[in-house]
C-alpha cells in the first residue's frame, strides 16, 4: 500500500499532531472529563472524531469543497462556532463546585454536541481541504485513499483526545476541595474562551 500511496506515514504524523495540540476540542474533553468522569466524556471524543473524519471524506468526495469555497458560509460558520464555544465557557464557569456524582448530567456536551461543533468548524472543514489537497493525490485510486485518509485520522484523533481526559480524570487528585474545583472551572472556561477568540483571529 504504501508504494502506491507514498504520503499516508506523512499524513499520519500531522494528523497526530492536529490532534493531540491543545484547541477548543481537547479543553472541553480536558473539561468534561474532570467534571462529570471519564466515561461520560467518551461520547464527546468519539463525537468530535467521527465528525471530523466525515468532514475529511465529505471534502474529498468534493461534496464539502463548494462550502470551503464561499467566503460568507465560512464567516458565519466560525462566528456560529465562537458564539458556542463562548457559551459553553461561560457554562464551564459558572458551574458549581459539587462533587462529581452531583454534577447535572444535562450539562455535558454530548455526542451529538461534539460532532455539531466540528460541523460548524471552518478551521476542520479547512484542514480537511488541506489534508485532501496534500495527502490524497490523484489518479484512479485518489478515493480509496481519501477513504484511508477519514479512517486514519479518525483512529489517530481517537487515542489522542483519549490522553486529554485521562488527564481530565487524572486531575480530580487534586480537586479536593470546593475551590481548587471552582478554579479549575475557571481556568478551563478562560482557556475555551481564548482559543475560541483566536480562531477568529488567526
Known sequence: MLSSFPTFLPFMLFAFVASITPGPTNILVLSNSARYGLAATLPIIFGACASAALIVLLVGTGAGSTLVAVPGVQTAMQWIGVTWLSYLAWQIFMAPAAPLTAQRAEARLGLVGAASLQLINPKTWM????????????????????????????????????????LGAGSTRWLRTVRSFQLFNRCMAALLLISAGLSVLV
Not at 477519514?150 to 483512529?155: K, Q
Request: one cysteine or more.
Open 127 to 166: 484542514m480537511a481541504l488541506a489534508v485532501v489537497s496534500v495527502f490524497a493525490g490523484g489518479g484512479e485510486r485518489r478515493m480509496l485513499h481519501v477513504a484511508w485518509l477519514s479512517l486514519t485520522f479518525f483512529l489517530i484523533s481517537l487515542p489522542c483526545l483519549g490522553v486529554w481526559a485521562l
